[in-house]
């Protein structure tokens, strides 16, 4: 048992594409509802409150107004502004829009939160491992970069070239060094190119080493996911949970399709708020018993 | 697994993705889905073409030092990003393009784009900031002679790429929050995007200023010397 961020890149993958798929296109006020707080309470779970809650809040409210200003279909005129009318339905579209965009930003701050850079180039090098060694190389050098200027400037200043006392004399100066260190870095990446040939890089078949590998949990989790999400796509697709908004708001009746097109789709995006309940309790239980 | 290490499947999709799932998802989407599921053909569109990228790369035998000036230029482009307001993404794009080849600045636009979200914010708009600016480099790359001869068609460029960019995003924001193409909210919200568009297209035309005869220079250097 892991908690869902330890689980496979592939299976966290396949998570948040269908979550944020099913809430994006299937446009129905109960999914996005279990959409945005499920992603909501994990994203809790995942990074805790911060600022970036208030951040959120603000594209929901902005997302809200934003629909009944510039769209003015719908028959329910709530009130007139600038002789425009402000309607009912324009706003519960905007309302279920921006629980669709928070909803989704949510979910992809959980993602980048859980999808750190070595867990993209495995998913890049399963797709193509030379783009993967491009990512890898170029991630490296970034700190290369602080460390080399540092170097850079202390010789500067070393041979008296540096001044800093005047302003354009200091903008002189640090072009001078961002301008050394790119000769610099190319330089040292011919080097890095010249040694990766001579050890016969490129000659035989490319492989990658990764320290994720699909176990069993990865692919019951993956088919799970993937036929929770069929059965909701496939009860959308049958008209059972069609939504109109306008010209006025109108959703179908209650049927055994949409019953279960909500169910499926609440149990896929809680899915890893479960998991990790679950393994919390299973740790708490295992500690209690070595205690004993 | 979902390989494309596979050659013959990589030859498939190299020819398949452009001749006839794009135009297929296209039609599709135009004749069977009804008009509200746009942006689900637009996003299937753009994976698509990131993927056929993927497929030609891998394929294509890009050099090992022409991979690694790429990279290069990749990480620069990302420390670039974090300077407040003027971002020189695009520059370095052109400038690659230009210097090592139209798929050498797609691979600089795309990847510096996809990497640099991870500090910036990842979201459903980053294959499409890849798309854009992959596309950016990748122009600049068919036009290379000429925008290294005329420095005024290079201003010229800069300018255009900002205001382009504003434009496909701005499809993008639309389709996102409507799920189909509103023309007064397209209006809406390339006007209330004036000020950004502006900011881009000087950033741009600063940057290539600055940087493409001094980087020129040195990548120039960097092939005579290398034999790239």
Redesign the interface.
Known sequence: MRTFARYDPVTVLVYFAAVVGISVFCFEPMLLLTSLASCVVYNLMMCGAGRSHIYYALIFAATLVVNPLVSHDGVTVLLVLNDRPITLEATVYGLFAAAMICSTLYAFGSFTHIMTSDKLLYLLGILSPKLSLVISMGLRLIPEFSRDIKRISEAQTTLGVYADGNPIDAIKGKLRIFSVMVSLTLENGITTAQSMEARGWGVGKRTNYSQYHIKKADVILIVAMSALSAITCICVASGAMNTEFYPSFKTSPMSCAKLVGRLSFALLAALPILNDIVYAIRKKILISRAWR | ?????NKYARTVLRYALPLCIIPLAVLLGAVLIDE??Y??IVLAVTLAAL?LF??G??KKN?G??R??????M???S??GRFIPLFKPITAIAVISAMYLGAESGF?VGA?SV??SN?YF????WTPFQMLAFGLLGYFAGLLGGALKKYRILLILYGIISGIAFSFIMDIWTVL????TF?I??YR?SLLSAVPYTLVYSVSNVIYLC?LSD??GQ??ER?KKK?GI
């Open positions: 697994m979902l390989t494309v290490k509200k599921k942006m689900l993927l993927c497929t790369f891998e890009i090992t030092r991979m690694v000036i790429c990279s290069v990749t990480a620069l990302i420390v691979l990847l996809l990497l991870f914010g990842q979201g459903p996102w929050y409507n799920g509103n007064s909210l809406a600055i001094s980087m040195k990548l960097i290398y």
